[in-house]
């Protein structure tokens, strides 16, 4: 004990000083309960006492305490406490005069035996509660120990170059770890390294994302020009190139135009610059619109309505619901051959959800790991327009809205696409 250190003495101290405000505090509670307990006991004697006397009229006899026509007290008869008698008089009778000194000599041995075991129990959990404080106070007392550690350390001239110089080559390029070759800081050492491997990350995103964005508008900018190349030299005169290069090219600007309201619409996600209006909307009104504007500019597929429950409400934007559903709807429609079923649906599982389900192509499992991701589109799926964009916005909206997506998707079956919300 004679070795122990300035900070080991310094915990103890606190840990004694809650001990024993622990024990004050027990001491007190014990103090009270006893007294009550005394109390109650006396009362619940003295009830008996004339209970006995007087049988069921004793709780009358209480209303007359308050009237003045009884009275009742403690007395001696001769000398010292032995005598204690309790007496009940009315008017000049003497109704009740009994000794209670025996009667009270039980209760208040019975709280002497009360008190020892509460001793007892005291004595036996002080030093397991000692114990129980320490181990409560460790993770406090070590960060204060490494605090001093670290205020105790001697960084010199050296060390801060040595850092400097470490951050100053710092790239989102580089993919090796940053090594210092000091032990000294080897914990600043770790947290730059995993710095640059999130900066290193965000870059390849960034990156992919800009190449993407300008493959995907490199395209319908080729076919514009080659277009209108081709109307200059032979479209004047010939009106079926005429006819076929104006088709082409309003087909590729609408196109275009979609591509650059999806980037924007991520662009300004991205920065929290996409206003939402969150109020309580009825998901069923919501999806029975959905169903009916499929029904309205989709005449190549059958669309199913199923409701497994009436007036499912969510705190949402309807809006962006909307928006999100389109999309998936849009993808069900795409991937499905004509003729074939898409079923969307409504209901409360574990919380509020919407579903799309079709019997399209399907997707394999590599790829639905994947689909969230922006221009990510499967190889089988090229073939089909789109800007691989649809899906990251939908996602967006459904994170916004605290959701997530369960996914179920067997190549030449289909795919279910379950949108499940918090339960708030």
């Known amino acids: 004990m004679a070795n122990r250190t300035p900070e080991q003495k310094n915990m103890s101290s606190i840990a004694l000083k809650l001990q024993g405000q622990l024990v004050r505090t027990k001491i007190g509670l014990y103090f009270a309960s006893n007294l009550f307990l005394f109390l109650a006991l006396s009362f619940l004697w003295i009830i008996r006492l004339e209970y006995d006397a007087f049988g069921n009229e004793v709780f009358f006899s209480i209303e007359d305490w308050f009237a003045g026509e009884m009275r009742r007290y403690f007395t001696t008869r001769g000398e010292g406490i032995r005598n204690l008698t309790y007496v009940v008089t009315s008017g000049k009778d003497v109704l009740i005069n009994e000794n209670v000194f025996f009667p009270f000599v039980v209760i208040i041995a019975l709280l002497v035996m009360a008190i020892f ?3 007892l129990n005291l004595l ?6 000692y114990r129980h404080i320490r181990k409560i106070l460790k993770p406090i007392n070590d960060m204060a120990l490494r605090a001093d550690e670290i205020s105790k350390m001697s960084f010199d001239e050296a060390k ?16 090796t770890e940053l090594s210092l070759g000091d032990s000294d800081l080897q914990g600043i050492e770790a947290a730059m390294n995993n710095m ?6 965000t870059y390849l995103q960034q990156a992919r994302f800009v190449n993407d964005a300008s493959h995907e508008l490199r395209t319908p900018i080729s076919v514009i020009q080659g277009y209108a190349n081709m109307l200059d030299r032979w479209g004047k005169e010939d009106e079926e190139i005429l006819d076929e290069s104006i088709a082409a090219i309003k087909n590729e600007s609408d196109h275009m135009h979609h591509l650059v309201e999806q ?17 309580d909307v009825c998901l069923n009104d919501i999806m029975r619109e959905i169903y ?5 500019i989709d005449e190549n597929h059958i669309y199913r309505f199923s409701e497994k429950n009436e007036n499912v409400h969510l705190n949402a934007d309807a809006s962006m619901i909307k928006q999100a559903m389109r999309i998936l709807v849009d993808n069900a429609a795409k991937y499905t051959q004509s003729g074939d079923e898409i079923i969307l649906s409504v209901g409360f599982e ?6 799309v389900q079709d019997t399209g192509i399907g997707m394999e499992e590599v790829d639905v790991k994947h689909m969230f991701e922006r221009f990510y589109r499967a190889d089988d799926t090229r073939k089909v327009q789109g800007t691989g964009l649809g899906l990251s916005i939908a996602k967006w909206i459904v994170d916004k809205h605290d959701g997530h997506f369960q996914i179920t998707s067997r190549k030449e079956i289909g795919t279910r ?6 339960n708030k």
Not at 160 to 175: D, G, R, V
């Open 350 to 355: 574990d919380g509020p959800f919407i579903q």
């Open 417 to 422: 696409i379950r949108i499940i919300f918090e």
């Open 196 to 201: 640059l491997s999130r900066m290193h990350d």
């Open 124 to 129: 036996f959990a002080y030093y397991g509660e």
């Open 117 to 119: 075991f509460q001793t």
């Open 263 to 279: 980037l924007l619409f991520l662009a300004r996600g991205d920065a929290g610059r996409n206003t939402m209006t969150f109020e």
């Open 160 to 175: 801060f170059h040595t850092i400097e110089n470490a951050i100053e080559h710092i790239s989102p390029e580089q993919t």
């Open 292 to 296: 009916e504007e499929s029904l309205m």
